[in-house]
C-alpha cells in the first residue's frame, strides 16, 4: 500500500510510526498521579489500528502523556496519519496543543516527529530509545533498495534451478536408457530362467521315479528279511523251550507283559468312556435344549388348541340354550338334537380337561429341564476359571476398571490416570447399587416394553460433559447389565461369556471348551 500524500515529502518522522497522546485526563490517588492504562486508551483508539499505547511514568506517577504505537510499514504509516488528521479535525492537534496549553481539557494528538524527539522530558527520551528519524523518502529508498536484492537474488535462484533442471534431465535420459538396456536383459533372464526351471523340473522327475523305483527294490528286500527274522525268531523259540528255566522266566515275563497291557488297555477304555462321557454331555444338554424348544412349541399349539376348545364349548352351549329355550311343545327330533348337543358338550369339557392336564404336565417338565439347564451352566462358571480365553466368566453389572484407566491414560498421567480410574469405579460402582436410583425410561418395541437410558439423568449428563462419551458409555453399559441380570439386588451377577464374539456363551460352548482344557492338562502330566 502506497503512503498518503503529505505535505513535505523531507520531514522528519519517527520509525517506526508513533503518535504522540499528551493531556491524557490523570487524578491524585494514594500520593500519586494515576490515568487510564494503555489497553483502555487502546480500546479508544481501536478505530487507527495501533499496535500498542504505551503511558509515560515518572517518580510523581502519570504524566499524562502517551505514546502509540502503530508499526513500520505503509498501512500502519497511513493510520498514523489518520490519527493525526482526526485530532487536528476536533481542534486537538499539536499547533492547537501549543496555542491553548493546559488551558483545554481534552487528550491532543499527532504523529511523532523531529523536533518531538528531540524535546526534552519523557516524551524525547522514549522517543530517542525507541525510534529512529527517517523521511518517506527513505523509508521508499530502503524499501526499494530491499526489492531489488530480493528481485536480485530470486533471478539468481533461478538461473541456478534452471541448470539443475537441465542436469536432471540429462540423468533422466541417461537412467531411461540404462532401464531399456535393464529390462530386455531382465527378459533374456527371465527366458533362461524358464529354460532351466524346465530342465530341472525333468530331471526332479526322472529322479523322483528313480528313487520310487530304489524304494520298491528296499521294501522287497526289507520283506524277505522279515521273513528271515520270523523264521528266526521260531527258532530262538524252539530252543527257548528246550530250557525250563528259561521257558519258565519267559512266562513270567508274558505274564508282567500281559498286566501292563491289560492296565494300559483299562486306562485307555477309561479315557474314551471319559471323553465319550463328556460328549454324550454335550449331546444331551444340546437334544433338551432342542426337546425343550420342541415342549414350547407343542405348548403354544396346545394353548391354540386349547383356546379353540373353549370357542367350540361356548358354540355349542349357545346352541343348546337357543334349543332349551325355543318356544312351542318339544318333539322328539328336538329332544333328540338336545341330547346329542349335551352328549357332544359333555366330550368337549372331558377333551378340555384331558388337553388342561397334558399342558400342566408338558409345563412341569419344562420347568423341570429349565432347572437343570440352569443347574449346569451355576457348575460351569463355578469350575470356569477367568483369563483371557475365549470362554470365561464375566461379571455383569461391574465397571471395568481397566478400561476406565485406559480412558483416563488419554488425559491424566500414568499415576493420576490410576487413581482417578480407582475413583470413579468406587464412585459409579457404588450409585449402580443403589434401587433408589433408577435413570432408564420404557419403550415399546415391536409391541413389548423394553427399559433404556434415559439421556435427561443428571448424574449421566454430568459424568459425560467431564470424563467424555467413553467413560459415559462404560457406566451405562454397567447400567443396563445390572438391570437385565439383577435388578432387583444391583449387584454383579457371573455369566459365562464368549469373549470372541461379545455375547453370552452357549451351553455347549463351555462344554467344549471344559473339554478341551481337560484334554491339554492331561497331555501335559
Known sequence: MEPQAVQNRDDLFVWPWMGVLVNVPTEWKNGCHVGESGNRLKEKLSCFCPQKVIPLWNYRG????????????????????AFENHFESEGYGKLDWKAYKHRRPGMFGWVARADDQKYPGPIGDYLHKNGDLKTIADVENEEARKTNKLVANLASQIEVKRRHVEELECKYNETTTSLDMIMEQKDQLLWAYNEEIHKMQQLARRHSQRIIDENQKLRSELESKMQNLDLRSKQLDELVARSESERRNLEHEKEKNGVKTKHLKMATLVQQRADENVLKLVEKHKLEKQVALDKIIKLEQQLDAKQKLELEIKQLQGKLEVMKHMPGEEDSESKKRIDELSEELQDKYDEMDAMESLYHTLLTKERKSNDELQDARKKLIDTITTGRANIGIKRMGELDLKSLAIV???????????????????????????????????????????????????????????????????VTKALLEVNEY????????????????????????????????????????
Open 62 to 81: 502519570h504524566t499524562g502523556n502517551a505514546i502509540v504505537e502503530f508499526g513500520k510499514d505503509w498501512t500502519a504509516f497511513n493510520n498514523a496519519l
Open 408 to 474: 483416563c491414560g488419554r488425559k491424566f498421567s500414568k499415576e493420576d490416570a490410576e487413581v482417578t480410574a480407582a475413583i470413579l469405579c468406587s464412585k459409579w460402582e457404588a450409585d449402580i447399587r443403589k434401587p433408589e436410583w433408577h435413570p432408564f425410561r420404557v419403550v415399546m418395541v415391536n409391541g413389548k416394553k423394553k427399559e433404556l437410558i434415559s439421556e435427561d439423568d443428571a448424574k449421566l449428563q454430568a459424568l459425560r460433559e467431564e470424563y467424555g462419551e467413553e467413560v459415559y458409555s462404560l
Open 486 to 525: 439383577n435388578p432387583r439386588g444391583r449387584y454383579a451377577v457371573p455369566e459365562l461369556w464368549n469373549y470372541k464374539e461379545g455375547r453370552k456363551a452357549t451351553l455347549k460352548e463351555a462344554l467344549q471348551y471344559v473339554l478341551k482344557q481337560w484334554r491339554t492338562h492331561k497331555r501335559k502330566r
